[in-house]
């Protein structure tokens, strides 16, 4: 596995959106709806670097798709959503690759009539974007690669790796089995 991102880099970005989201917050009604299972490690890290009064809320999203990569069904479970009606909304989610889960959790998130809705991700995958909509805040864009680390997972492992690392194709044919991608 190489690192792309280092434990260093992460933390000084993190910190970085965490100023911006206090200033653009500051007496907003804040909930930062972090998406399981993949954005824990952002989402304790960010609310520490944040210095307004917010709310954390956890919706899961689930696509479940081959070691290849290629997208599957989203399926939404938002039966932890607490009340987010007239909150200011910030969805939290690891990467966004075709953002397909993106929108799959906006509207979901719609339907509980929030005042606002943004949308914020450690890492962006710009030239995969499939959808209508860009991620209004993002740590790093990276190019077309499987990262693991940092909540994100590789057959529900290595999500406790304190650094974003790409998989080798030699990791990635190891294993062939379904992956479940919350
Ligand atoms: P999207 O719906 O934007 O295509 O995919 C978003 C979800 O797919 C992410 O929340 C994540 O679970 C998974 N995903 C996309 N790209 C990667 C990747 O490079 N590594 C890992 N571990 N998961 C990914
Ligand atoms: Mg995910």
């Given at each position: 596995m190489r690192v792309l991102i280092s434990e260093n880099e992460i933390s000084e970005r993190v910190k970085?959106?965490?100023?911006?989201?206090?200033?653009?917050?500051?007496?907003?009604p804040l909930t930062i709806l972090g998406v399981l299972t993949g954005s824990v490690v952002l989402l304790a890290d960010l609310i520490r670097a944040t210095s307004v009064p917010l709310r954390v809320a956890l919706i899961q999203a689930a696509s479940y798709r081959g070691a290849e990569t290629t997208p599957g069904q989203l399926t939404?479970?938002?039966s932890l959503v607490s009340d987010l009606r007239g909150r200011d909304?910030?969805?939290?989610?690891?990467?966004?690759?075709t953002g397909n889960t993106m929108v799959g959790v906006y509207e979901a998130v719609r339907g509980f009539?929030?005042?606002?809705?943004?949308?914020?991700?450690?890492?962006?995958?710009?030239?995969?974007?499939?959808?209508?909509?860009?991620?209004?805040?993002?740590?790093?864009?990276?190019?077309?690669?499987?990262?693991?680390?940092?909540?994100?997972d590789f057959n529900d492992d290595y999500r406790h790796l304190p650094f974003i690392g790409v998989m080798e194709d030699e990791d990635l044919k190891r294993s062939g089995a379904k992956q479940n991608d919350c």
């Amino acid at each position: 596995m190489r690192v792309l991102i280092s434990e260093n880099e992460i933390s000084e970005r993190v910190k970085t959106l965490g100023r911006q989201l206090s200033e653009e917050y500051s007496n907003r009604p804040l909930t930062i709806l972090g998406v399981l299972t993949g954005s824990v490690v952002l989402l304790a890290d960010l609310i520490r670097a944040t210095s307004v009064p917010l709310r954390v809320a956890l919706i899961q999203a689930a696509s479940y798709r081959g070691a290849e990569t290629t997208p599957g069904q989203l399926t939404i479970n938002q039966s932890l959503v607490s009340d987010l009606r007239g909150r200011d909304v910030v969805i939290l989610d690891d990467i966004f690759d075709t953002g397909n889960t993106m929108v799959g959790v906006y509207e979901a998130v719609r339907g509980f009539q929030p005042a606002s809705v943004r949308s914020a991700v450690l890492l962006w995958k710009t030239a995969r974007t499939e959808v209508d909509l860009e991620p209004d805040y993002f740590g790093f864009s990276i190019p077309d690669e499987f990262v693991v680390g940092y909540g994100l997972d590789f057959n529900d492992d290595y999500r406790h790796l304190p650094f974003i690392g790409v998989m080798e194709d030699e990791d990635l044919k190891r294993s062939g089995a379904k992956q479940n991608d919350c």
